[in-house]
């Protein structure tokens, strides 16, 4: 074996033409001599061109006697015949076709055309490709260096027997393209047929260490080059690498050090080759390609320690393969860990022959895959009773399994930090504030939760570190044979030793919206009346204030404890605007004058606003005149001001005040407060409870800090729906870490709005028994439960005494002696006044309440009933009258015998839903003024098709009037609600019925704002058994029109289609809930319609109606 020369050209030595590295080898054969292969290549860019060679040679070496030979001329071949027969000569080399034709078909699919072609019709494709095609060109080169077969095609290399039985020179020269004659040698190598030298092992591989996750499971080889085999690096082409185990070396008794390679072709036995031949699975070459490192390394080079990591691009550690077994190919099977293998290293010659076999190297395969991170890492704080001591404890969830080829987790590591800029800083040192001991947690499988308590040196410690943040990580560590591989470190989590006291209970105010009344003494005048009497009269005149209702006046004496000869008082429920002032007149006998030398007087009003007693004294001479006045100036103060300030302003003006008078030019004007914040406050909460059994809802919270602002103010602007309601507020102020102060009461308030709900009174009942002076009677009455307190019986008799009270749930009579009611000054209806129990002691069974009264045979009485709020009389909200009742005693008939007069077993009516008999009936919220809404039930509708009606009818939500609605002409009222068909006739034979009569009633349904609904039926309207309206003239053009107009305040008309009425014509008659509700809940009404005899006829079912507006 030699190698070649470079040539210089034989016409002109002194230019340098073209030089070809040219190479040579023996092939011995199995049978006959063995063969020649002479392989060049041209130096410089242009290094294969597709031009002729001739190979000349002759006997014995360069310098011999003796003129070359032409043995060959050489082109690339384009015929398949030629290629096919130049690729059968291949295989005197040791060509492998069945893997060249595998190659070219990977390599070159995207050029190879369609059909089935043979290996020869493949490369001559290809070849012809390459001739215009860069890539296609340097692929196929580059298969070369693989396949003799290749080169002999592309006329690089020729292959055939020696000239004679001894060595042999052989030249390559270029031809000239047309003559064919030679004109420049460009290469020569001489070769010997009896000298077969096979390439000189490299060094040993030697491990280059991986120790992070990309060294797993794989080994990273490299070796050196001695000098020997350096000298004939022309010859080579790569490396193999081989692997074996070392229990096969240990069986076979091979000596890694000294095992040979084998002859190529037929090796020896006991050699690797052989094994290789033999025990494929045994002996495994992990290269499919040749090794080509990028540089050669001498032996002390690829034995010195790695000085960097081979993944790192920035500092790189040379390796030269990695053996993973293929294990991300299909069906390959992955190392494991402390698996144990031998490798061995050839060089490859030109022809892909194995040399000598380097000495072997023992490595065993690493798990570096780190297991997984731990979960779910959570930090709380505990408490050592015994110890006294707090705490951090660190907790997280146990790995799971490992896959079969890594090693399952063993142990767990925890960290802490001060700062999640040092963990980033320090993550990559695994003792870095380490403080779990080297042995580390162990993992126990099946466990719930793994616990670290932190209590070693250094560890958080209260007070020291109270209200410190720090972090914590944990690592989980395997068991690997190459030692445990610890995961990265888990999400850092905080814990803090906590200060568990929270801030001193904070102090608050409230400030409603106060009314106060005052009364001012002007001066006494003389009366110019000249009537002359038994009697005195004094003359009592009060120029009203805004706002009172009311006002009472005394006359009496201060002479020791105060006595007061006369009271009167102005009816309760007059307004301030029925008069320019109050006047009382109050008659006194000179007999009762006497030391009387005192007049007080005081006002007030519905909503329990009542002024302090103003006294004016007098000398008792002025009442000897016949007509004595006295003046009085009175006015209100209407004021936001502390609720301690005054007992009036206990009661927030919420609701029904004028806006003239109403300082914040507000609907609803809001309770006001502030909350003064105690040391360490950082946050607050506002909460508020109506009620005495009310949930505490929160109203307002935020963050502020004491240092920045000690003040905080609030506002509630949550009117309750009922007046009276009483309202308590509550405050709390939080530290940073949520804890918590005493829940403090900054008072109670209560909520002044519009009128209470009114009661229907019923018929009262005589009662058998008694005497003619004491005769009882029932009275009862109906009136929904909320924001009521008690009630107020009026009670007014024709003549005599007032009636006694023999219910033990009615007060004494409250007047002194008598209320006036209505009237002209002087001429008030006198009234005894009753209360009954409040509502919360369990008087009646809401709605309906009932007392007895004893009453003298023969007199008539009025008797009137009103919801009040808490406090005193005369200093709380009273609701309006409602229906007055007369009555009398009569003889009450003897109830029958039960057992002679049998009832009639009659069933109750069946409800049914009232979109089945009538499928437009619903209750809906509609608007009924420009801010306003209420409930409305649909209970008939009618068409509306006057060609005029556009422009004169208003049915929108916008209109001022919407109750004073028009009706259909010459149209009888009982026709607009819905017709008989659906329901019996109560009138006479043949007259047309309605659903009238009617009672509405509802009760709540849950809703998510209000889920605790209490079903309880109310009754929400009186008996409804007509509809009210005036007949008049509308000016149409010239003329006029006879047309109907509401005057029922109970009942709204609203078109179906409000965009354009006229496109619809059908308006809807709607009744009016007009009881209070609560926003966002959720209401069933059902109308039940009644019988002339006052027996229930029908009962109608309302679908659900939401109370949302838009």
């Not at 009425?1061 to 009016?1072: C, D, E, Q, R, V």
Request: overall charge negative; proline content about 11%.
């Amino acid at each position: 074996m030699a190698a070649a020369a470079a040539v210089l050209p034989l016409s002109a030595q002194e230019d340098l033409g073209p030089v070809a590295v040219t190479l040579g080898t023996t092939v011995p054969q199995a049978e006959g001599p063995a063969w020649a292969y002479v392989l060049w290549q041209e130096t410089g860019l242009d290094f294969w061109e597709p031009r002729p060679f001739a190979l000349y040679a002759k006997s014995g070496g360069a310098d011999s006697p003796g003129s070359y030979s032409r043995v060959s001329v050489l082109t690339p071949q384009e015929d398949p015949l030629a290629i096919t027969g130049l690729l059968r000569r291949s295989e005197r080399l040791g060509e492998d076709l069945f893997e060249l034709e595998t190659r070219v078909d990977a390599l070159f699919q995207d050029v190879l055309p369609a059909g089935s072609l043979s290996l020869g019709e493949k490369l001559s494709a290809i070849l012809r490709t390459a001739l215009v095609d860069d890539t296609t060109r340097d692929n196929l080169i580059g298969l070369g260096r693989l396949h003799p077969g290749v080169n002999l095609v592309l006329g690089l290399a020729w292959a055939g027997p020696f000239p004679g039985p001894g060595p042999a020179t052989f030249e390559v020269r270029t031809l000239h393209p047309q003559t064919r004659q030679t004109t420049e040698v460009v290469g020569r190598v001489t070769l010997d047929p009896a000298e077969f030298r096979r390439l000189p092992a490299p060094g040993p591989p030697v491990q280059v260490p991986a120790v992070d996750a990309r060294g797993h499971l794989n080994v990273l080889l490299r070796w050196g080059s001695p000098d020997d085999l350096r000298r004939l690096g022309l010859l080579q082409y790569g490396y193999n690498l081989w692997r074996v185990t070392p229990a096969f070396l240990t069986a076979e008794g091979i000596n890694p050090a000294s095992w040979q390679s084998g002859s190529p072709g037929n090796p020896e036995p006991g050699t690797l080759l052989w094994y290789r031949l033999h025990q494929p699975d045994t002996v495994v070459r992990v290269n499919n390609l040749p090794i080509i490192p990028e540089r050669e390394l001498t032996l002390a080079q690829a034995a010195a320690g790695p000085m960097g990591n081979p993944f790192d691009p920035d500092t790189p550690e040379l390796f030269f393969f990695a053996d993973d077994n293929n294990r991300f190919e299909p069906g390959a099977v992955p190392f494991h860990d402390g698996e144990e293998y031998v490798y061995f290293v050839t060089a490859r010659d030109i022809l892909g022959r194995d040399g000598h076999l380097s000495p072997g190297t023992a490595v065993i395969l690493c798990d570096r895959m780190p297991p997984p991170v731990p979960r779910e890492v959570r930090v709380a704080e505990r408490y050592d009773y015994d110890a006294d001591q707090q705490y951090l404890e660190v907790s997280w969830l146990p790995n799971p399994g490992s896959r079969p080829e890594e090693s399952p987790t063993v142990r767990y590591h925890v960290y802490r930090w001060t700062s999640v800029d040092e963990l980033y800083a320090n993550a990559g040192d695994p003792l870095f504030n380490r403080i779990t001991p080297p042995e580390g947690v162990a993992h126990v499988p099946g466990e719930d939760r793994l616990v670290f308590a932190d209590r070693g040196p250094g560890a958080p410690a209260y007070p020291m570190d109270a209200a410190r943040t720090f972090w914590y990580t944990v690592r989980a560590e395997d068991d690997g044979t190459c030692g445990g591989n610890l995961s990265g470190n888990s999400g850092p989590i905080w814990g803090v030793i906590r200060e568990w006291e929270g801030p001193p209970a904070p102090s608050g105010t409230i400030s409603t919206l106060c009314e106060r009344f005052g009364v001012q003494f002007i001066r006494y005048e003389a009366g110019n009346d000249p009537a002359i009497n038994e009697y005195l009269r004094l003359r009592i005149l009060i120029v009203a204030a805004p706002g009172s209702t009311w006002a009472e006046a005394r006359v009496g004496t201060n002479l020791g404890s105060p006595a007061f000869a006369a009271v009167t008082s102005l009816g309760r429920t007059g307004r301030m605007e029925a008069f320019p002032g109050y006047f009382f007149e109050i008659s006194l006998t000179p007999q009762q004058i006497g030391d009387l030398n005192l007049i007080a007087v005081r006002i007030g009003n519905d909503r329990g606003t009542v002024s302090e007693w103003t006294n004016a004294s007098f000398n008792s001479q002025l009442l000897h005149l016949p007509e004595t006045i006295a003046l009085f100036n009175s006015g209100r103060d209407l004021s936001y001001l502390p609720s301690d300030f005054d007992p009036s302003c206990l009661r927030h003006h919420s609701r029904g005040l004028d806006p003239e008078v109403d300082p914040e030019g507000r609907e609803i004007p809001c309770v006001r407060g502030t909350l003064a914040l105690t040391s360490r406050s950082r946050e607050y909460k506002i909460y508020r409870r109506l009620g005495l059994n009310g949930p505490l809802v929160l109203i307002d919270q935020g963050l502020q800090d004491v240092a920045e602002n000690p003040h905080v103010d609030w506002e509630d602007c949550t009117v309750p729906s009922m007046s009276g309601a009483e309202s308590c507020y509550y405050g709390q102020v939080f530290d940073e870490h949520g804890n918590a102060s005493p829940l403090v009461r900054f008072g109670c308030i209560f909520f002044v709005h519009e009128q209470l709900p009114t009661p229907m009174v019923a018929r009262p009942r005589s009662q058998p028994g008694g005497n003619p002076l004491e005769r009882p009677v029932t009275l009862k009455w109906f009136c929904p439960e909320p924001g009521v307190a008690r009630f107020e019986i009026w009670i007014r008799p024709e003549r005599g005494l007032p009636p006694q009270v023999i219910s033990g749930d009615l007060t004494p009579n409250l007047a002194e002696p008598f209320a006036t009611l209505g009237g002209a000054p002087g001429e008030e209806d006198q009234y005894f006044i009753y209360q009954t129990p409040p509502l919360v002691a369990g008087f009646g069974q809401p709605p309906v309440f009932e007392v007895e009264l004893l009453v003298e045979e023969g007199v008539e009485y009025e008797v009137r009933v009103r919801a009040v709020g808490a406090g005193g009389f005369g200093e709380r909200v009273n609701g309006p009258f409602g229906n007055p009742r007369t009555f009398s005693w009569r003889p009450v008939a003897p109830v029958p015998d039960p057992d002679g007069v049998p009832w009639p077993a009659r069933p109750l009516p069946a409800g049914r839903l009232g979109q089945d008999a009538f499928p437009k009936m619903e209750a809906r919220v509609i608007p009924v003024s420009s801010n306003g809404y209420a409930v409305g039930i649909r209970v008939g509708e009618y068409a509306f098709q006057l060609p005029w009606q556009e422009g004169m009818i208003d049915y929108s939500v916008n209109s001022a009037q919407v109750w004073q609605f028009w009706l259909p002409p010459a149209t009888p009222a009982m026709s607009l609600f819905y017709p008989s068909e659906s329901v019996r006739p109560v009138g006479p034979e043949g007259a047309e019925s309605s659903i009238l009569p009617f009672v509405l009633y509802r009760y709540h349904v849950p809703t998510e704002r209000f889920p605790r609904a209490s079903f309880e039926v109310v009754q929400v309207s009186p008996l409804v058994d007509r509809l009210s309206y005036v007949v008049g003239l509308a000016q149409f053009g010239q003329g006029t029109i006879t047309i109907p107009q509401n005057r029922d305040p109970y009942f709204r008309a609203l078109s179906d289609n409000l965009a354009n009425p006229a496109a619809n014509p059908t308006i809807g008659l709607y009744f009016l809930d007009t009881q209070p509700a609560s926003l966002h809940s959720a209401l069933r009404y059902l109308l039940v319609r009644y019988l002339p005899d006052g027996e229930i006829d029908d009962i109608f079912a309302l679908p659900v109606v939401h109370l949302d507006v838009p």
